[in-house]
């Protein structure tokens, strides 16, 4: 199989293998792409790499479908047969490129001493405990780590690289998850734009204790599993995700999880919950799986297990109920939606939780540490009044419509229609009504003035149905475009505006101080 290698892909071996002859192979390097921007195919590139030069790879995981991708992925990229090591697969195959669950192998380290690169995918896994899978491996395979992630930092510790003794890595040598290498990829097709919308119902957390850095699960449980919540979030979701192909939710815990399924259910949407323990119950993890990407579920409520290794590019609409301190978790929630997928718009994510005030925007997430407050990274956001965007709260324009800023500008209560992604390009921004009105003036034509009603925003569009030349003409092609008949005059069309397709979307631009809508979805 042919496979070419895109822009973002293209460096990342030769910034690998420069930086190990740099350093003798005596450092570890990070290699850092986005959810969905193909980083199985760029440790592909390095093992084609390293064969050529007749070099061993293993390459580990700790999900079993990250690393049955890998192996796949390595496969058709070289031609090489690659050996899996998984009591999962129940395969126990050692070549020299071999996929391995870190599960199945850090108890025999010896086994595995030959090879000459360790690889690990996901590697922010790896935790600082010397006790831990991974740290146990590395103090017997002594050859030079290289880790991929999308997310390059840890909950209450920071980032996973540097000079401190704990710090198995020692540097990003190639990153497109920054900001502008975000919005490149967004821009360039290859990832999903993704949309926030505002929501009515907001989980408040100020109450809830903290354990380990993170919100106390069972407090979250007892606080949000109640009836009144699921029933308030849950309709929101069904009008706000009206049109939305897939839906994937994250839940607190496994009853919050099925307490939601049976309320979806009960609404007609085929509904299926995956969780950690499902295999335990009984239930073939692969098949559910398989049946999710064959959409034979409307609806899939997840309970942490679909963060990171799960690979459905169709999902259009994130729902999330899982309030969370963790970077890692809110970028990688969110990422589950930033695959590209044949008439995916984009992917809109409806945040109860309010992570995206708490954490900022996945491509530029606040990093805390414990005691030491905030590391790198930038405050979290605040609502555009004008555009209704979510933009970082130190920011003093807004990069969708200009708008700029009071010096002392505090964060709004919520975000309605906000772009997750600083990207400068015009908005789209969901639609929750749309109402009709004529509008007329004393010895002038009256027009129909539509208004659309997008969270707290009102944007109006004027339809000059009665003027003459090409306003006419466009106000004409404007109804016959929404499913109408074109009168010839507004009083004449008020008695059938209900007949006219509703734009469930619409692309806005602001020009002055006006918005130009420059394209409507129904």
């Known amino acids: 199989m042919s496979i070419e290698l895109r822009v973002h892909q293209k460096d990342a071996t030769p910034n690998v293998v420069n930086y190990l002859r740099k350093h003798k192979g005596k450092k570890n390097p990070i290699v850092a792409l986005p959810t969905g921007a193909g980083k199985s195919y760029c440790i592909a590139d390095f093992v084609m790499w390293a064969l050529r030069n007749r070099r061993k790879v293993l390459v580990v995981s700790h999900v079993y479908e990250i690393i049955a991708q890998n192996a796949k992925s390595i496969q058709d990229y070289t031609g090489v047969s690659v050996g899996l090591y998984s009591a999962k697969a129940n395969r126990f195959e050692i070549k020299d490129v071999t996929a391995a669950s870190i599960q199945s192998i850090y108890r025999k380290p010896e086994l595995f001493q030959q090879f000459d690169y360790i690889i690990v995918d996901e590697c922010h896994r790896i935790s600082y405990d010397e006790n831990s899978m991974y740290r146990k491996l590395r103090a017997v395979l002594t050859a030079p780590w290289i880790g991929y992630t999308a997310t390059y930092f840890r909950l209450g510790t920071g980032y996973i690289f540097g000079d401190a003794a704990h710090h198995l890595f020692d540097e990003v040598v190639h990153d497109w998850t920054h900001k502008e290498k975000f919005v490149e990829l967004v821009k360039l097709g290859f990832l999903s734009p993704l949309i926030a919308k505002g929501t009515g119902f907001k989980m408040d957390t100020s109450d809830i204790k903290m354990v380990g850095g993170d919100f106390n699960l069972k407090q979250l449980s007892d606080e949000f599993d109640r009836d009144a919540v699921t029933n308030a979030i849950l309709e929101e979701c069904m009008v706000k995700g009206e049109g939305r192909k897939q839906w994937l939710f994250f839940a607190i815990d496994m009853k919050h999880a099925d307490h939601i399924a049976e309320w979806l259910i009960r609404r007609g949407k085929k509904t299926i919950v995956v969780h950690s323990k499902m295999e ?228 806005v631009q602001k020009v002055g101080k006006y918005f130009n809508i420059t394209e409507s979805v129904f």
Not at 359 to 375: A, H, Q, R, S, T
Not at 432 to 437: K, V
Not at 474 to 485: D, E, L, N
């Open 280 to 507: 335990e119950y009984g239930f073939d993890r692969d098949k559910i799986i398989s049946d999710i990407k064959d959409f034979k579920y409307d609806a899939i409520v997840n309970v942490d297990i679909l963060t990171t290794g799960f690979d459905h590019p169709a999902i259009d609409l994130i729902c999330i109920l899982r309030p969370t301190e963790s970077p890692v978790l809110h970028v990688q929630m969110d990422g589950r939606g930033s695959r590209t997928f044949p008439g995916k718009l984009d992917c809109l994510i409806l945040d109860f939780a309010g992570n995206h005030e708490r954490l900022g925007p996945i491509n530029d997430p606040v990093i805390k540490i414990k005691g030491k407050g905030k590391e790198g990274g930038e405050p979290p956001m605040k609502q555009c009044p004008s555009c209704d965007t979510y933009v970082l709260a130190q920011a003093r324009r807004c990069p969708q419509c200009g708008h700029v800023f009071p010096r002392q500008h505090g964060l709004t209560p919520s975000a309605y229609n906000a772009a997750i992604i600083d990207s400068g390009e015009p908005v789209w921004i969901i639609v929750d009504d749309i109402t009709y009105e004529r509008k007329a003036e004393f010895a002038r034509p009256s027009t129909l003035v539509v208004t659309y009603h997008c969270g707290d925003r009102k944007i109006r569009e004027h339809i000059c149905l009665e003027h003459k030349g090409f306003a006419r003409d466009k106000a004409r092609h404007w109804i016959t475009y929404r499913g109408g008949k074109p009168t010839d005059t507004v009083a004449e069309f008020m008695p059938h505006v209900g007949e006219l397709k509703k734009a469930s979307r619409i692309r």
